[in-house]
């Protein structure tokens, strides 16, 4: 579990420098939007693009901080338990769905049977 967690971690770690240069281009063209002079029926829309940009590159430098704070805070016991309720999710969804599916196939192939037994007394 201590390798997941770890592998976790440095994922998010690279996401978050990569999401760096991603976060220079947004400030550069927060600086550009902030430096535009619009026509006054703009005015508004200028303030939106402000107002989105600089909201949106808030949140998304705080959702990888984040996260690799609360994974680092977690125990190796946190991250089993996580990991075992996943897993015993994931096989009571699939093995119900994988129920419905057998069901759905055996309407299917009892409607092509009788398809085909009706065309046999057409012919």
């Known amino acids: 579990m201590k390798k997941k967690k770890i592998g976790e971690i440095d994922t998010l770690t690279a996401a978050n420098v990569t999401r760096g240069d991603e976060m220079a281009r947004c400030n550069s063209m927060l600086a550009d939007v902030r430096d535009w002079t619009p026509p006054a029926s703009h005015v508004a829309f200028k303030e939106f693009m402000v107002e989105q940009i600089a909201q949106s590159t808030r949140l998304e430098s705080d959702y990888y901080t984040d996260a690799i704070a609360t994974l680092r805070a977690k125990s190796p ?30 309407e299917r192939t009892a409607w092509v049977r009788a398809l085909r037994e009706s065309l046999r007394g057409a012919a």
């Open 77 to 106: 016991l946190d991250v089993f338990n996580e990991s075992l309720t996943a897993a015993r999710h994931d096989i009571t969804y699939h093995s119900d769905e994988h129920q419905k599916e057998v069901k759905r196939a055996a």
